[in-house]
């Protein structure tokens, strides 16, 4: 089995900056991409970055040039660096990996195999 650990997040105020860490234990030789998800209560589940899924890295229109997906360790250590931080990234944010042979739009929700518990980003104005 493959167990996803997230961690780093926390309050910040508006456009200031945080690093999400998720640890990957477990069968990582699986792992064909990882991505990171938010999701706000009563809202469904939005990919936010991913690597590895269609292409070498895919953001999210609302996060691009602000948020940074990268790797580390062989695909052990995925991070999200997120900067200009605003009101409206605040969420529970969630590490996800997905198989190899699976064929799916990276923000496809269901394609991925495999999530963590989710750690919460609160950006207050």
């Known amino acids: 089995q493959l167990q996803l650990v997230e961690s780093g997040g926390g309050s910040v105020q508006a456009v200031g900056s945080l690093r999400l860490s998720c640890a990957a234990y477990?069968?990582?030789?699986?792992?064909?991409?990882m991505a990171w998800f938010r999701q706000v209560p009563g809202k469904e589940r939005e990919g936010v970055a991913a690597?590895?899924?269609?292409?070498?890295?895919s953001y999210a229109d609302t996060v691009t040039g602000r948020f940074t997906i990268s790797q580390a360790n062989a695909k052990t250590i995925l991070y999200l660096q997120m900067t200009s931080l605003k009101p409206e990234d605040t969420a529970m944010y969630y590490c996800?990996?997905?198989?190899?042979?699976?064929?799916?739009?990276?923000?496809?929700?269901?394609?991925?195999?495999?999530w963590g518990q989710g750690t919460q980003v609160t950006v207050s104005s």
């Open positions: 690597i590895d899924c269609d292409g070498p890295t």
């Open positions: 477990g069968y990582t030789y699986r792992i064909h991409c």
């Open positions: 996800a990996a997905r198989n190899f042979g699976v064929e799916a739009p990276w923000t496809e929700v269901g394609s991925y195999n495999y």
